[in-house]
């Protein structure tokens, strides 16, 4: 089975901190997103990536950014964290042949204080 | 802009009940139409899916009912078991966009 691992489960930061959230991938998936999960409002599509050092904006990109050095790991990041991103944030990754197949990480959940 | 609109946000049902959600798209250019279960802590994962060109799909306990001229489709939970209990998303996916567009949820809890 595919699994998605994100490497917190809670996180605490302060107003203006920069904040890294990591995803790893282990099947050598090519397509994966960034969702932010907030009650009445599903699941919004920050980033998604293609490819290694490709990616593309979203519904929801202000305030973030993504990297992707590596095709198994992507990252959000948050430059400047206000208290309006407080979220659940879901690192997803396109599971081939079933294109509309996504497997999911647990999750962060971001908290800024 | 909200592509796919998905109700009730709250579901409770009985046990053994039917439980029943709806969704309604708005871009006719999607290719599937899936749906994911979350549990608590843990992420979404895919339930079951429908092509446009079926009515209905049926996967044990779940059903989906398509209806392409009215734009939405449903998700049917025959004898809804407290296990049953959690957050369902519809989605539509678009191949040529490459992504899955959610509704916003619906949390299910079936009374033992």
């Known amino acids: 089975d595919v699994k998605v691992t994100q490497s917190s489960r809670y996180l605490v930061k302060r107003t203006g901190e920069k904040v890294f959230l990591e995803c790893v991938q282990d099947m050598d998936h090519e397509n994966m997103f960034w969702y932010r999960q907030d009650p009445g409002l599903g699941l919004r599509l920050i980033y998604f990536s293609y490819d290694v050092k490709m990616k593309e904006k979203g519904d929801i990109p202000e305030g973030y950014s993504v990297s992707r050095e590596k095709k198994e790991r992507f990252s959000l990041i948050l430059e400047s964290a206000s208290t309006n991103q407080t979220s659940m944030y879901l690192c997803?990754?396109?599971?081939?042949?079933?294109?509309?197949?996504?497997?999911f990480g647990s999750g962060t959940r971001l908290t800024v204080v | 802009q909200q592509q796919v609109k998905q109700s009730p946000q709250s579901l409770i049902v009985q046990k053994g009940g039917i439980s029943i959600i709806n969704c309604a798209y708005e871009n006719t250019a999607f290719d599937y139409f899936p749906w994911y279960q979350q549990f608590p802590g843990k992420g979404p994962a895919l339930l079951i899916a429908i092509r446009p060109d079926v009515s209905e799909k049926k996967e044990g306990r779940f059903t989906i009912s398509f209806n392409k001229s009215a734009k939405q489709f449903s998700l049917h939970i025959m004898d809804s078991q407290p296990g049953d209990s959690a957050t369902y998303f519809c989605a539509a996916f678009s191949g040529s966009a490459r992504q899955l567009t959610f509704g916003s949820g619906t949390q299910l809890t079936v009374l033992p």
């Open positions: 997803a990754s396109q599971t081939p042949p079933i294109n509309y197949g996504y497997t």
